[in-house]
């Protein structure tokens, strides 16, 4: 009696299926292969599962293949971060391997406490962050490996007190991404303060750049640099908009918008529209806040870059650094058209901005930063580390291994990444 109760439940269960899969309208799949297809829905949910633990191997996925995300793992717990039994490479068919060539006379290993030694592991920038144009608070990078701007609202808020706490462990620098300072950045580490093209947090009643909200912001925390973001690599030439609905009270005060209203990022910044007019920019921002001021940019046209580079050469003037951001993007969201298509990768990008400054003379002067997708891509580096190539050769070095082994300047950062995980 109970089991026929049970094969009547069940037929009814599986009528009411059909019928349902029958009159729905959302999908076809559906319509025509009633219950089967529902199977075709769950292997699509289980896809990405199935692909990164039976499909693929160590080094495809991305934007961190299995190899690295069990290094830095590793690291990061203070366990061993060796591994056994060679390589998994195919050295031989891997076009953008690095292949680091190694003496055989090493150097002694670094004494703890000094660069690059124990328990930090920390390599400090070779060039003065805003030296070269005598910034009043030109300082030089504790670390070449930073965390990169991502915007409040791309993460919680206890994400970013975590990143500004790990950075104070670290003893790198956080840049604040486009939306502005927030109490979360409040918790130790150093900042860089980044505008974008809203001037969220440094804008006035209609939208405008403020120098004076600007020097407020500043003298609330402890922001060591500006960074004037003029685009980003996942959707450069492209604005962005925050529904009314999102705008809460915490975020309208921490962009200086109305809460409620639609918050609109423009494409472009409303405070200058050519080279020589992003120059005073720069220098009136240095000048009143006496802090190294570089700019932020994915790489396009080269015709911006040479006469950027021409006019630096010329005035003396211009940006402290020069942060590439890789075409291959990072937490900003955008039209998959955009975040495939538009901009160079960071490999070729910043082997063309770095041979500009260099054949039209102020690299000596700039202190060139990666930002994108680091590791297997580029410093989206984690999708948030930056590297600063803060000295004239291991820029070139760095410039003539994007354009003949891409990966190397990522496969450096992504280890640099490494050591300040397992520090923090």
Known sequence: ??????????????????????????????????????????????????????????????PFSRDQRRWIEASSEGKPNVFGFGTDDEMEAVESLLIIKHSPFPAPAPVAGEPTGAPLYSVPAAKVLGGAHRRPHAFRPGSVVNLSGMSYGALSPAAVEALNRGAKLAECLQNTGEDGLAAAHCSGGELVFQIGTGY??????????????????????????????????????????LPGVKVTSEIAAIRCVPAGEDCVSPPA???????????????????????????????????????????????????????????????????????????LPFKLGFARVYSTFARAGPAEDVVFIGSGASGSRTPRSSPSLWAAISSTSAARRCSQSAASRPSAATQDAARQASRHSRAG
């Not at 289980?46 to 633990?53: A, H, I, N, T, V």
């Not at 950027?308 to 969201?333: K, N, Q, S």
Request: contains cysteine; proline residues 4%.
């Open 1 to 62: 009696m109970r089991n026929s109760h049970l094969r009547a439940a069940a037929a009814v269960a599986f009528a009411g299926v059909v019928g349902y899969d029958l009159l729905q309208r959302r999908r076809a799949i559906l319509r025509n292969f009633p219950v089967v297809g529902h199977f075709r829905y769950a292997l699509e949910a289980f896809g990405p599962e199935l692909r990164q633990y039976i499909v693929t191997s160590n080094n495809e996925e991305r």
């Open 200 to 241: 969220f947090g440094c804008r006035d009643e209609h939208g405008r750049f403020s120098l004076e909200r600007l020097r407020e912001r500043v003298d609330q925390a402890p922001v060591r640099a500006i960074e004037v973001k003029l685009s980003q690599g996942a959707k450069p030439g492209l604005g962005g908009l």
């Open 269 to 343: 910044h409303s405070a200058f529209s050519d080279v020589d007019g992003l120059i005073e920019f720069i220098e009136l921002i240095a000048q009143d806040t006496g802090l190294p001021v570089g700019i932020k940019s994915a790489v396009g046209e080269s015709g911006f870059w040479e006469a950027l580079a021409e006019r630096m050469a010329l005035t003396g003037g211009g940006p402290d650094f020069v942060a590439v951001d890789g075409g291959e993007g990072g937490t900003g969201a955008a039209p998959l058209s955009f975040a495939d298509h538009v901009a």
